[in-house]
């Protein structure tokens, strides 16, 4: 079932003296339960995609809909999980990752109950009255997504969550990020700029020109390693071929240009 429905979306920022087309004639459409990637080089437009999205810029051209309504009507449908976290420094964990069930009016004792448990589930039980300065990166990225799913948001935005972690966090992360969203069925777009990353956490993968951002292409990951996590995809024979093929479009993106 579709999900989320793009259609010919344009995007021009005007300023007084320059307009600046950010997005070109992007249409696609994500299916429930379905991980996408959007790939591309800098300033090619995948943050002004999410934030149109996200219903926070209204396009030039274009729309989009989200279980066939209009994107406005749904933004608290919508969960961010970004490259900072954006936990409250002075709430205790417990009190950041039941703000949003508290400023939507749905704080119930089951849905606490429910979101006390997935913290455990991300091995931060005992963690519950410090505060965010007393975790690591990655323990903060995993309150972050606590907090995003906590509201069941239908859709979920990941703006490079990963990129400010060290290596091996930001494996173990995706891992993790990415079993969570299976057993939930969340539907959930990724942006980053890290091509490996994209194979082995996506479904599908969208390609984009430079700036205007176009999809150039998109990209059908395997079964093989659509089924198994992302740091076993890392280490699956087909992995370094699909590598081989991204690089090369991007290659020929830049020597276009
Ligand atoms: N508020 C704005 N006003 C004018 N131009 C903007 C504005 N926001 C973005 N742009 C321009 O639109 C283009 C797309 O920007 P955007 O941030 O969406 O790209 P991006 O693909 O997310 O980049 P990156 O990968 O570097 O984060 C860029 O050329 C940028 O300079």
Redesign the pocket.
Known sequence: MVLLKIEGIHHT?F?KS?A?T??SDISLTVEEGEFVSFL????????????IIAGLIKPTEGSITLEDQPIEKLKSQIGYMLQQDYLFPWKTIEENILLGLKLNNLLTSKKKQDTLRLLDQMGLSGFEKQYPSQLSGGMRQRVALVRTLATEPKLLMLD?PFSALDYQTKLRLEDLVSDTLKTFHKTAIL?T?DIGEAIAMSDRIFL?SP?P?KILKSFSIPEELRTISPFQARNHELYPEIFQTIWKELEQIETNQ
């Open positions: 920022y300023t320059s600046t950010a997005l591309g080089p800098s300033g090619c437009g995948k943050t002004t995609l999410l934030s490079e942006v700029h984009f700036r951002g």
